[in-house]
């Protein structure tokens, strides 16, 4: 190879991943028409004594950008936005640096982020969830009428397949620990470290059962910050479940990729 060649070489290797927004630059954005932008949204909260406080951001990060590269990878058009970091921890203000927005202020990020992708002219958004406490539906109810961009959200955590695990848990459980052992294993302390991650159910039926909903204390609720017995957890387990994870959304990117919105319906 010649030195122009070798240069060229390494400018392409340097660009970074095309469907990666914080990695690509002008020259690559300004020529592809992006169908789908995804936004993933995490939050900055402790997980139990022995996972890091931004497990779900770098969870978003791992998830998003995986299922982005499958999508790519099938011509589907996708950029992944940087994860926002905070997310909305109301019942957690107590806990030490755990960091809150509420939800007013979530929908005012999100509006703003919506505003100008829709003055752009992008067709598709999914807003890609990683954090129980942020609820995007009904804020896609009041964004709907007012924009053009097809507007969406998904949950990745509910995607899972739960037999994968003995029991997933709820926070910093089975099911994080696993894939934080994938995505991050110099940021996970030795389960020897970590509480039981058990937690104390409400008296009053209908909340403990589910009819009936407030948020948890979460101070009430736990003793260590997490629900769900991290134990069990292995790489090998968060492996399968990200792989499967990260399948399941890039079908979803390609299939909305490609759908006309002028016949969504069957
Ligand atoms: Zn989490």
Redesign the pocket.
């Known amino acids: 190879m010649d030195e122009d060649g070798a240069n060229r070489e390494r400018d392409r290797h340097m660009a970074g991943r095309p469907y990666i927004l914080a990695e690509t630059n002008w020259k690559t954005v300004e020529h592809t028409d992006y169908e789908v932008v995804v936004l993933p949204w995490g ?1 900055t ?1 402790a ?1 139990n004594y022995h996972l890091p406080y931004g ?2 951001n770098i ?1 978003c990060d791992f998830i998003a950008a995986e299922a982005a590269r499958r999508a790519w990878e099938r011509e589907a058009k996708v950029a992944v936005l940087p994860t926002l970091p905070f997310g909305v921890n109301t019942g957690q203000v107590e806990i030490k640096l755990d960091i809150s927005i509420n939800p007013s202020t979530q929908l005012a990020v999100l509006k703003d982020i919506v505003e100008v992708l829709d003055h752009q002219g992008v067709p598709k958004l999914v807003i890609f969830n ?2 129980g406490g942020n609820d995007f539906r009904q804020m896609v109810r009041e964004l709907w009428p007012r924009y053009e961009m097809f507007i969406c959200t998904l949950e990745w955590y509910k995607w899972i397949d739960a037999g994968l695990f003995e029991e997933p848990g709820d ?2 459980g089975e099911m ?1 620990t696993s894939l934080m052992k994938v995505f991050a294993p110099d940021l996970v302390l030795p389960l020897s470290e970590a509480g039981e991650g058990r937690d104390r159910k409400f008296r009053i039926k209908a909340l403990r059962d589910g009819p009936a909903w407030t948020q948890r204390d979460w101070l009430q609720t736990t003793a260590d910050t997490g629900v769900g017995n991290p134990r069990p957890a292995t790489a090998e387990k968060g492996q399968r479940c990200f792989d499967d994870v990260a399948a399941k959304c890039a079908d979803f990117f390609v299939e909305l990729a490609e759908a006309d919105l002028d016949d969504l319906y069957e």
Do not use: L, N
């Open positions: 939050a909260e997980h497990t779900d969870q990683g954090h926070h910093a994080e």
